[in-house]
């Protein structure tokens, strides 16, 4: 049986006989497509794991490529039953990821993240009329900014983690305008600290259960990121950029008022 599954980020999906087949919907897609593909092929950690990439090239001159499926369970079915100790456990791995990606830091150029907030914001309907006061929070970045160099996943939400008890299987690499941990920090707290990935779930689920473990797996997080001065500077700025670059994918309205009012919300937290 062939199961057909549409993604959200200009790709298809088919699982066949134990292999996840992922191709492009159109050929303007195929680079982005085949950066994701080299992230995942050349994935090496002793933290999480990847499907192993079969094959790959394209079809109809459309990019895919083909890995193992893993039948593992998404994050609100491994956190029906999560303890704390399972959750420690969870967050040790994601705080071991980010530091070992950490390959030192750099003075970036300002005006790499103002562009990528440029083009984003023309991208958003309406966006003069309820968004325009973050034109003045951007522009009024310094000049450089210290980030972190190193590896990145790219996309790296809690949708995106397979679990099987402690043996953890990352998936959906994403290709980013700036490839630094800072980016794979804002991901993971989109979902513990905003719980966006809780919106895209379409089964029934322990919501009070799965509140409670974010809120706990978020608490730890955050506590821990505090001990890196980019954090505490550029985490806002980075958030509010990844939720403005999330709005133009949005399937309804009611998703785009709730990353506005976050975005909103992170502005007048200190």
Not at 18 to 26: F, M, Q, Y
Not at 85 to 102: A, H, R
Request: glycine share 2%.
């Amino acid at each position: 049986m062939k199961l057909h599954l549409k993604g959200n980020s200009g790709c298809n999906l088919t699982v066949e006989d134990g292999i996840v087949r992922k191709i492009s919907t159109k050929k303007s897609y195929n680079f982005r497509l085949k950066n994701q593909f080299d992230k995942q092929k050349n994935f090496e950690c002793s933290i999480f794991r990847t499907p192993l990439v079969r094959n790959h090239g394209y079809y109809e001159n459309k990019f895919f490529f083909e890995m193992d499926y893993i039948p593992f369970k998404s994050f609100d079915q491994a956190f029906k039953f999560a303890d704390k100790g399972y959750l420690d456990i969870i967050c040790s791995k994601i705080l071991s990821f980010i530091d070992n990606n950490i390959d030192g830091y750099k003075k970036f150029e300002s005006s790499i993240i103002i562009k990528k907030f440029e083009s984003t914001f023309k991208k958003i309907p309406n966006a003069h009329t309820d968004l325009s006061y973050l034109i003045d929070l951007f522009e009024s970045m310094d000049k450089k900014i210290e980030l972190p160099e190193g590896f990145c996943h790219g996309d790296l939400t809690l949708s995106n983690l397979l679990f099987n008890n402690d043996d953890i299987v990352v998936i959906d690499f994403l290709d980013t305008f700036l490839d630094s941990p800072i980016q794979d920090i804002v991901k993971i707290r989109q979902d513990t600290q905003f719980h966006w990935s809780l919106r895209m779930l379409k089964l029934n689920y322990d919501r009070v259960k799965i509140i409670q473990c974010l809120n706990y797996i978020d608490n730890k997080l955050h506590n821990e990121f505090k001990k890196y001065d980019f954090y505490l500077n550029s985490y806002k700025i980075f958030q509010i950029l990844n939720f403005l670059r999330i709005i133009p994918y949005c399937n309804n309205n009611y998703d785009v008022q709730f990353l506005k009012k976050r975005i909103k919300l992170l502005c007048i937290q200190r």
